[in-house]
């Protein structure tokens, strides 16, 4: 038989359909090559067991005439979604031994859909990071390497390292600032964050919760198709989550994108970006056309403001969502003189640097005396950045730019000054202030071999163009490398 | 806004913040918030003249529910991962001397 972890999710499903092998083979496969890689430190907690009764559970299932949307396939959840009697971590120290008593909604509707749960995974410190270097549990290695190890991007890095490893055959992230789209590029794989809305937060640790979005990571657009499909949903759990039906984006997947507008925005081309990402946004941008898109250069004016408003709202939101961890209820406690000595000592203990980092950003913004001239400000900038968007579906119908502004780079590399550890969320960041979906497809190699990305941003609510242009992008680019296993 | 944070800011910052921060890294705490801070005083240049904050990323009106009890009942489930509990309570330390 053929190896089963170098399939892909859609041809994992066709082939269980067509009896050619059973969840519980697919599933022995994956976590025989999860052991394999325990080098990429891409899991914090492994359910094999669960897993495997879960295969046979789905292949009785599935005999008996019950086939889900992702039934008996071998998945990896990032350790940010609560599930129920397993360990969820955020990558902190402060949450202990927490084992949730409960289910996120997103995990909650891929297992009503016959997900065979392999294991949680590793990421950034309650996703604040682009390398995952602040996880408490250990950086996570990227498939990919070159002379030494490289980061897989952040906060998502260990769902992207263990779909680009073939450990997992899709996996669920979360998108902040870029937390999906950026490790997806610096992996070779598809990733996307939807329309904020779209998933719901209910059961997910939250960061910024006017960002956060939950988002599949994948091999093919096609799966990633596939597994939002499952993700998303109406959630009366969540406030913000929006009551619209789920189409089937697997569908979008074969619309043409002839007469599609294609916009191209200009202030995307940044000092210091690598050329080659230049040169591979240029093919892009050739491909396309190609494919029948009409290519409209276009504006965003307020670009240039997007992470600086991030950094404002996104530890505004992340200082008054970590106040729970007050080690009261739950996690750890770090027992002090009195109580507020207990609390300032267990929130030391428990949160890393960067997270603490944040936190007091935010505490600041937020201060008597300061919200106006920050948070408000903050919220009016995000307002404009909305408005470029506005203005530019006048003239297009998505647009298309680089994921990142650079390949991986190596793990430990000392960034000593926190602005330019942020600069990677540079071309991601503006959907989430906007809450707009936008996907990563892998799209070429730089000179070292390393992955490189290209995004599309689409309209909101329209994650069926999204998918459109994505898989014109993919069939072009036909991205077929995969990283040498140097891990076994 | 161009005010910089010292490192007494920062004490009160880490006390709002509840959270333990050692004097001599206060400084260096203050040096990197600066940083930071200044880097987001850009922001200041956009024009905001009669702009509104933005308040939802997707226009929806905010969702009303009935007002009854949905979910309940799950007094050793909410204790169960407490750090330290006692006859259904949770045991926290003392805060009224």
């Known amino acids: 038989m053929t190896d089963l972890t170098n399939l892909t999710l859609s041809a994992a499903l066709d082939g269980m359909a067509a009896g050619d092998f059973s969840s519980e083979e697919l599933t022995k496969a994956h976590i025989d090559a999860c052991m394999d890689a325990a080098d990429l430190n891409a899991f914090i907690t492994t359910t094999f067991e669960h897993a495997m009764d879960g295969a046979k559970a789905s292949d009785a299932r599935r005999k008996s005439g019950t086939v889900g949307k992702l039934e ?90 263990a779909v680009a490893a073939g450990i997992c055959l899709g996996a669920t992230a979360t998108d902040t600032g870029g937390s999906i789209r950026q490790p997806a590029s610096f992996t070779g794989t598809v ?133 729970r961890y007050d080690g009261m209820r739950y996690g750890t406690r770090v027992d002090g003189a009195d109580l507020n000595d207990t609390y300032e000592k267990t929130r030391a203990a428990g949160f890393g640097a960067e997270v603490q980092r944040r936190i007091m950003i935010g505490t600041y913004v937020l201060s008597a005396g300061y919200y106006d001239a920050y948070y408000l400000q903050a919220q009016k900038v995000r307002t404009r950045i909305v408005q470029d968007f506005e203005n530019a579906w006048e003239s297009c119908d998505a647009i298309l730019t680089p994921t990142a502004p650079s390949a991986p780079f190596a793990v430990g590399r000392k ?30 190699l730089d000179k070292d071999g390393l992955p490189l990305g290209l995004q599309i941003i689409g309209k909101a609510m329209d994650e069926d163009t999204v998918f459109a242009a994505a898989s014109a992008l993919e069939k072009a680019a036909g991205f077929t490398a995969r990283p040498e296993k140097w891990w076994t | ?86 006859d259904g309570f949770f045991v926290v330390p003392r805060s009224v001397e």
């Open chain 1, 191 to 323: 990733g996307i964050k939807p329309t904020y809305g779209r998933c719901s937060r209910w059961g997910t640790v939250a960061f910024a919760s006017s960002l956060d979005q939950a988002g599949p990571i994948a091999k093919t657009v096609k799966d990633s198709a596939i597994l939002l499909g499952s993700m998303a949903g109406y959630d009366p759990k969540d406030s913000t989550s929006i009551d619209a039906p789920v189409p089937d984006w697997t569908k979008s997947c074969e619309r043409s994108v002839k007469g599609l507008r294609i916009g191209i925005p200009k202030e995307y081309s940044i000092d210091g970006m690598p050329p080659e990402i230049q040169t591979l946004w240029d093919e892009g941008i050739a491909w396309m056309k190609d494919a029948g898109a009409e290519i409209v250069p276009i504006t965003l004016p307020h670009t240039k403001y997007a992470l600086p408003a991030y950094y404002i709202v996104a530890p505004a939101e992340a200082s008054s969502n970590l106040a």
């Open chain 1, 72 to 161: 008996g396939a071998p998945l990896g959840v990032k350790d940010l979604f609560c599930t129920e009697g397993v360990k969820t971590t955020a990558a902190s120290k402060i949450l202990g031994e927490f084992t949730p008593t409960y289910e996120s909604s997103v995990t909650a509707n891929m297992k009503a859909d016959g997900m065979v749960m392999l294991g949680k995974l590793n990421l950034d410190e309650f996703a604040m990071g682009s390398a995952n270097e602040t996880s408490a549990f250990g950086p996570v290695i990227n498939p990919w390497r070159k002379d030494e190890d490289l980061v897989p991007g952040g906060s998502s890095g260990g769902s992207a390292a």
């Open chain 2, 1 to 86: 806004m161009s005010e910089t944070v010292s490192a007494k800011d920062v004490k009160k910052i880490a006390r709002l913040s509840r959270l333990h921060v050692e004097e001599e890294r206060l400084q260096p705490l203050a040096d990197e918030l600066n940083g930071i801070l200044g880097w987001i005083e850009q922001l200041q240049e956009v024009d905001v003249e009669g702009v509104a904050p933005m308040t939802s990323a997707v226009a929806m009106p905010a969702p009303m529910r009935a007002d009854k009890v949905s979910d309940g009942g799950k007094r050793d489930d909410v204790l169960k991962n407490a750090p330290k509990s006692e």
């Open chain 1, 415 to 444: 960034v000593t000054d926190p602005v330019q550890m942020y600069l990677n969320d540079i071309f991601t960041v503006t959907t989430n202030l906007a809450g707009l979906p936008g996907i990563s497809v892998p799209a070429g």
